[in-house]
């Protein structure tokens, strides 16, 4: 089986431009979860969706963040412009109907905002 | 304060030690804890999970949790190089869906 899948894995961009991050969770996962991880914060959780609903955003940084998850099989998450304090290595993960305990991580994307 | 604290390491132990890693959570509320490891430049895969005071064990790893001192650790015994990884500790409050707070992390070297 494939394990959840993400794209682009590296991303280098300039302040201000916009950056969108793609994620195909595993096949039969109800819920998916982004996160961001920095040396200095660690794992955050940044928003997840359960049947592609937002179910809670609280930890999205700011409006210039924002997700959407269109169908079962495929979510982004866009920022829009994107800043220096943004680089960080992001990832999707997704878990099965109840087992959301058991969240299985994608490779994740490198992001580098310049 | 952060939902969970972890010593960030480098935790050094010899080729079949036992490998102690250690975390502590602020929320009382918080009812299930996880350790996940995370290989360098790979993403974070969960290992462990545990739900009620006392051990659990899975094959070299063993987990243990202390709700009254807010305190869940992570025994990995006869340590491997391959062991050699960064350990994070995670927790779910009660009633909070999926949201997991994860600690920092704490980086092990298992020496050869």
């Known amino acids: 089986d494939a394990g959840v899948i993400q794209s682009p894995r590296h991303e280098v961009t300039e302040m201000g431009q916009e950056v969108t991050l793609r994620c195909k969770p595993i096949s039969g996962h109800n819920s998916l979860f982004w996160y961001r991880q920095t040396m200095m914060r660690g794992l955050e959780l940044l928003i997840y969706f359960n049947n592609n609903v937002p179910i809670d955003d609280s930890g999205m940084p700011e409006d210039r963040f924002s997700a959407k998850m269109p169908n079962a099989s495929f979510s982004t998450l866009k920022i829009q412009p994107s800043e220096p304090r943004d680089s960080a290595v992001y990832f999707c993960?997704?878990?099965?109907?109840?087992?959301?305990?058991?969240?299985?991580f994608g490779p994740g994307t490198r992001l580098t905002v310049l | 304060q952060k939902e969970v604290e972890q010593n960030s390491g480098p935790l050094s132990v010899p080729e079949g030690a036992i490998a102690s890693l250690n975390c502590t959570y602020s929320d009382r509320g918080s009812q299930s804890f996880f350790w996940y490891r995370q290989y360098s430049g790979k993403s974070p895969e969960l290992i462990m999970s545990?739900?009620?005071?006392g051990d659990k064990e899975d094959g070299r790893f063993t987990a243990q949790l202390n709700k009254a001192s807010q305190y869940v650790s992570l025994l990995i015994r006869d340590s491997q190089p391959s062991d050699s990884a960064t350990y994070l500790c995670?927790?779910?409050?009660?009633?909070?869906?999926?949201?997991?707070?994860f600690g920092s992390g704490t980086k092990l070297n298992v020496k050869p």
């Open positions: 993960a997704s878990s099965l109907p109840q087992r959301e305990n058991e969240q299985f």
């Open positions: 995670a927790a779910k409050r009660i009633n909070n869906f999926n949201k997991f707070y």
């Open positions: 545990i739900y009620s005071n």
